[in-house]
Every structure is written in structure tokens, then in C-alpha cells.
């Protein structure tokens, strides 16, 4: 892949190596490798070359499941208010 800005996932590309999602993902292979591993994302292997393909579809519905909603939580925010006040001084 070349170091160029990130763009997006061709839409009629439905599988991807694990290099091509790493990059568009910006995660490691070997992250996801390890994701792999422990069952926790749905691949599929070529027989011959024992190359792991990745359908994009369930790789992004799987990142969609590990969205973090950030929530109300005033001990966050008085250590945020705290930060931002000790770096303006």
C-alpha cells in the first residue's frame, strides 16, 4: 500500500486482504491477525496460498459493534475541566 492519504473502500470490493484492512482500517496486521485468531472476526482462507480474506461488509459491521458511546460522567468531566485549566496556566 503506499503511504499516500487514506481513501475510501471501493464499494464493488467485497473482500480484502488483511493488509488492505489494516490500511483502510488503520489498525496492524498483526491486530488484526490477533482478532483472527481469537475467532473474533469472520474470515475466510484460500486453500492454496492460505491467504486470510476479510468480506468488508462484516469487518466494518464488527468495528460498528465496538463503537464507544461516550456517556454522562461527571468524574470525566471534572478532570477534563481540571486538565484544561492546569495547561492554560
Avoid: C
Amino acid at each position: 500500500m503506499s503511504t499516500t492519504a487514506r481513501a475510501e473502500i471501493p464499494e464493488n470490493k467485497d473482500y480484502v486482504s488483511v493488509r488492505e484492512a489494516a490500511w483502510w482500517s488503520s489498525m496492524s496486521e498483526k491486530t488484526i491477525r490477533n482478532i483472527i485468531r481469537n475467532d473474533a472476526l469472520p474470515h475466510y482462507r484460500n486453500g492454496g496460498s492460505g491467504k486470510i480474506l476479510l468480506r468488508w461488509p462484516d469487518f466494518v459491521a464488527w468495528m460498528e459493534r465496538r463503537k464507544v458511546q461516550l456517556k454522562h460522567d461527571d468524574h470525566l468531566l471534572r478532570i477534563l475541566k481540571k486538565s484544561a485549566l492546569t495547561t492554560r496556566s
